[in-house]
Structures are given as structure tokens and as C-alpha cells.
């Protein structure tokens, strides 16, 4: 478990005071997949940093299984760095040796015996599916090789808490989702606390449990990733939603709403949860209701394995029955309000 | 009053002598403090303000004095530490003193180029100070630490032929001596075709060295 608790950070630029981080409490449970989300600047390395004291807090503790790692001394922090793995945007290789030789440093920094390096290594980088890469350098390999190494370095010392700082932010989107994939099966067989910082919403989607969204220093909304996704509470977090649940709705559709049409009609955004309830409802409800339901947009995604959506529909018929037919879709729990600016 | 072909040969081993022995010493020296200069700087890992700036100093003002005059200034200097002030030896240490601020500074400059992210990734998987510099910095920074050694080397070669001035001897002593003093350009073609041969055999193995590091 990490917990911050009050963290500061406060830096000189110049002139000039940054409030890198301004007072965040946060607590990352143990096992789980946690995200950082927000945009250049607003802090979230700086908060990912906090975690091995590659950046100390100017205030605040930061408790890494009860322990306050910023009263370590520096032998301490050494060995509390063994057990933290971190992962770089950039990779952060050394170029000047082997693939294998890279994914072998912190042992040999370790002092381990060679012969348990070996076979450390090997196992890795089976692992991460690089062992015919062993005797490559840096240079030779793609962005996600260079990444895939990353990774298996960072987990040589087999950590129980693995950093990542934009781990997928210089990679393409196809091996994004490898790498994240990698990462998620990390966490699952090897139980190991992720917690990753990026400016892109679909890492987040993809395998975070829990998210923060951040800004100017602050930690500004959090929760589960469902929760936050569902029913984000700040514009910023909904413009992080927004880019990529595609709730917005799309012009040709907005086009389409703005010309006058002849009779009564309204329309009305769902969000829905679990694909189960919700049309048998609007279909029952236009079955037993004088009015005809036309869904004009939809978008579905899944978050932690849950079908989660939105749909657009637009409620035809006289006043009375539309009113009625909401009250029906409102008793099945679904969550049903209407689109500001559509209706005629 | 004639020249023989092993003059040349002479001469040659002592500029080699020369080069050799202030490359190995200035080395030696200017490694460390090469390596001094980036670690002791400001949000570098060991920042010292009280050691950068001292070291950086001193740097500085021996590399401000013309070589010329560095090598009749130490004279004294030179008899304590060689026992005679004459001589190829006593050369070398004239050469030793200008030479290894000057490779502080190269391998300052190769080290500086290190990308930072490796100074942070040693520092997050639990590298001591001493780890980072030589098992990240040294290997990281090493092709150019051989291009800067080969300048260097180059900027000694240089540095022999005033070595005359103390009796170092060499090839460029043999070119000023006989060519430049006493007209015999004959003399002063061989020792400059010579000079030359040596600086592009240095480079090109320079070269070679640094390539093949960075492209095990």
C-alpha cells in the first residue's frame, strides 16, 4: 500500500515558485492497477517520483507499507529502490550494452551472484519475449523491444510495486496495447501495485483499476475507474472521458436534430451499464406507450470487463405519453436524462 | 653537417616517448577530474558548489597560460618531480600539466552527454553514486570519451614540437631546429610529412576505437 499523506513539492524556477504537487492525499491499495491521468505540467510525474524519492517532497509523508520512506536513510532508500521497479517514457537504456547485460544491471548493482543473474535474466526476458534479443543492443531493437526490456529490467529485483512514468507514450497505439497488456498480465501473475502516470485516457481505460485525475497539483477527482468513467464530476475529467467515450455527439447527428420536423418530439441521453437493461426497456416502453423511439447515436466501451455506454434516442408522440414512457424507463433504474438543446 | 634517416627515427621514438607518457598522466588525471566537474555541478549527484567551482578554477587558469611559458614557469616544478629539467622526460611534465585540464574538459563535455534519463533510471533500481559513474556515466559516455582522448592526443603532438625548448627533442624539434632555424627545407618537408602521417594515424584509429565501441 502506498499512501501520500499532505505532499508538497515546491521548486525555484528561476524567479518564479512552482507548486509541483499541492497537497495530495492519495492511497494506492495493494495489487491494484492505479493511473494518473491529467496533462503536461500538472504534476503527476513529480507525484510518481514521490514514490522512490527521485523527487523528495518538500512536505508530506509518503508511506510505502506503513513505512515513511522520506525519513530513509540513504542505504535505506537504496534497498527500498530494489523493491520498487520503474519504467521510463524514453526507455532509458544503456546503449552501450547488451540487451541481456541492461536487463542484468540492478542485479549486478545488487551484488547477486552470476550465476542467479543468468538465470534471472533469461527467465525475464523469456518473460517479456526477448530471449533470442539477449545479445542485441538498444539500438538494434523497435520502440516496443526497447520498452519490453524496460520493463524486464524494472522487474529484475522482483519489485512489489512497479512505476511507470508515460510507458507508452512514444510507442504507436498497436504496441501500446501490447505493452499494456504486458503490464496487466504483470499484475495479475505477479500481484505486483502498478502505478502508472499519462496524459492518454484509453491507457486508463484499458487496465486501471483506479484512477486520479490531476491538475495544477492537485488531485482534482478520483476513484474507480467504472465510477469515475460513468459519472465524472469536474470539465476536466469529463473532457478525459470524453476523449474516448465519444459521448459528444457527433455534428451530422446535431445537424439532423436542428431542422424543424412536424410533432412533438424530445431527445434524451442514457448511460448504461451492462448492455442487459436498457433497450428491452425502451422497447417495451414503445411498445406500451403511444410513441415511436428512434436511437440516433450510441457508443459502447468496456471498462473492467463491464459493457459501459451511452445512447441518444429521440422520444416521439404527444407530451403526455413521452412523459409517461420516462417514468417506465426511470423505475428500471436506468439513467435517462434529457439532452439540453434538441428538443422542439 | 648532415642528417641521417635515424635522427628521424630518434626524434620520432622521442615525440612517441612524449605523447605517450603525458596521454597515460594526463589521462590519469584528467579523467577524475573530468568526471568531477560534471558530478559536483549544480542537481548533478554528488553536487558540491565549494569543489566545482574550486576545481573548475583551477581549471581554468592553467588552461589560460600559453604553453610556451608554462614550460620555463615550472622549471622548478619539473627538477622536483624528474630530477633534472632538461631532457624528454622533463618535457613530460610541462606537457602533463597543460594537457590534463584540457582532457578534464573533454571528458566533461562526453560525460554532460549522457542522456539524463540513465542517470535516472541508476538512481531508481538502487545504483550508489559510485555505481552510476562507472557502470552508467563511464561505459555511456565511452565513444566519446575516446574521440575527446584522441584531440587530445592530437593537441600533444602539438605540444612536443615546443618541448625543443627544454631539450625534449622529437620530431618537431628536428623540424624547428633544422628547418626553421637553419633553413633546410628538406629537412623541414620530412618532419612536417611526418607530423602529418602521425595525426592521421592517431585520428583514424581514434576513429576506429570509438566506432567499435559504440557498435559492439
Known amino acids: 500500500m502506498i499512501t501520500f499523506e499532505n505532499v508538497t513539492k515546491t521548486y525555484h524556477n528561476g524567479k518564479q515558485i512552482v507548486h509541483a504537487l499541492n497537497g495530495i492525499d492519495l492511497t494506492i491499495e495493494r495489487g491494484e492497477i492505479f493511473g494518473v491521468v491529467g496533462f503536461s505540467g500538472a504534476g503527476k510525474s513529480s507525484l510518481l517520483r514521490c514514490v522512490n524519492l527521485l523527487e523528495r517532497p518538500t512536505t508530506g509523508r509518503v508511506l510505502v507499507e506503513g513505512q515513511d520512506i ?248 404527444p407530451e403526455r405519453e413521452i412523459n409517461r414512457a420516462l417514468t417506465y424507463v426511470r423505475e428500471a433504474q436506468v439513467d435517462i436524462q434529457e439532452a439540453v438543446g434538441y428538443g422542439h | 653537417m648532415g642528417i641521417e634517416w635515424t635522427d628521424f627515427v630518434t626524434a620520432l621514438e622521442q615525440t612517441l616517448t612524449m605523447v605517450g607518457f603525458s596521454l597515460c598522466f594526463s589521462a590519469i588525471i584528467g579523467l577524475p577530474l573530468g568526471m568531477a566537474l560534471v558530478v559536483t555541478r549544480k542537481g548533478h549527484i554528488l553536487e558540491n558548489a565549494l569543489v566545482f567551482n574550486v576545481l573548475s578554477t583551477i581549471v581554468n587558469i592553467i588552461r589560460s597560460v600559453p604553453f610556451i611559458i608554462l614550460v620555463i614557469a615550472i622549471i622548478p616544478f619539473t627538477r622536483l618531480i624528474v630530477g633534472t629539467s632538461i631532457g624528454t622526460s622533463a618535457a613530460i611534465v610541462p606537457m602533463v600539466l597543460s594537457a590534463a585540464p584540457y582532457i578534464s574538459r573533454l571528458v566533461e563535455n562526453a560525460v554532460l552527454e549522457v542522456d539524463t534519463g540513465v542517470i535516472e533510471a541508476a538512481q531508481a533500481m538502487g545504483a550508489t553514486e559510485w555505481q552510476i559513474i562507472v557502470r552508467f556515466l563511464l561505459p555511456e559516455a565511452l565513444p566519446a570519451l575516446v574521440l575527446g582522448l584522441t584531440i587530445a592526443t592530437i593537441g600533444l603532438v602539438g605540444e612536443s614540437a615546443m618541448a625543443g625548448t627544454v631539450g625534449g627533442g622529437g620530431i618537431g624539434d628536428l623540424a624547428i631546429t633544422y628547418g626553421y632555424e637553419q633553413y633546410d627545407y628538406h629537412v623541414m618537408f620530412v618532419t612536417v610529412v611526418i607530423l602529418i602521417l602521425l595525426v592521421q594515424f592517431i585520428q583514424t584509429l581514434g576513429n576506429l576505437i570509438s566506432r567499435r565501441i559504440r557498435r559492439r
Do not use: W
Open chain 1, 70 to 317: 522520506t525519513q530513509f536513510s540513504k542505504a535505506e532508500l537504496r534497498q527500498h529502490r530494489r523493491r520498487v521497479g520503474m519504467v521510463f517514457q524514453h526507455f532509458n537504456l544503456l546503449n552501450s550494452k547488451t540487451v541481456f547485460a541492461n536487463v542484468a544491471e540492478p542485479l549486478v548493482i545488487a551484488k547477486v551472484p552470476n550465476a542467479e543473474i543468468r538465470k534471472r535474466v533469461m527467465e525475464l526476458l523469456e518473460f517479456v519475449g526477448l530471449a533470442d534479443k539477449a545479445n542485441h543492443y538498444p539500438d538494434q531493437l523497435s520502440g516496443g523491444q526497447k520498452q519490453r526490456v524496460g520493463i524486464a529490467r524494472a522487474l529484475a529485483t522482483r519489485p512489489s510495486i512497479l512505476l511507470c512514468d508515460e510507458a507508452t507514450s512514444a510507442l504507436d497505439p498497436q504496441t501500446t496495447s501490447a505493452i499494456l497488456s504486458l503490464l496487466k498480465t504483470i499484475n495479475r501473475e505477479y500481484r505486483i501495485t502498478i502505478l502508472l502516470v499519462t496524459h492518454e485516457m484509453s491507457v486508463i481505460r484499458e487496465i486501471c483499476d483506479k484512477v486520479a485525475v490531476m491538475e495544477r497539483g492537485k488531485v482534482i477527482e478520483s476513484g474507480s475507474v467504472f465510477d469515475v468513467f460513468s459519472n465524472p464530476q469536474s470539465d476536466i475529467t469529463k473532457n478525459f472521458v470524453n476523449s474516448v467515450m465519444h459521448t459528444k455527439i457527433p455534428e451530422s447527428v446535431q445537424r439532423l436534430l436542428s431542422e424543424p420536423e412536424g410533432g412533438n418530439r424530445r431527445v434524451y441521453q442514457l448511460v448504461f451499464v451492462g448492455a442487459s437493461a436498457t433497450q428491452p426497456v425502451l422497447f417495451q416502453a414503445a411498445k406500451k406507450f403511444n410513441l415511436d423511439i428512434n436511437i440516433l447515436f450510441g457508443n459502447i466501451t468496456e471498462l473492467q470487463g463491464v459493457p459501459f455506454g451511452h445512447l441518444l434516442v429521440e422520444f416521439r408522440g
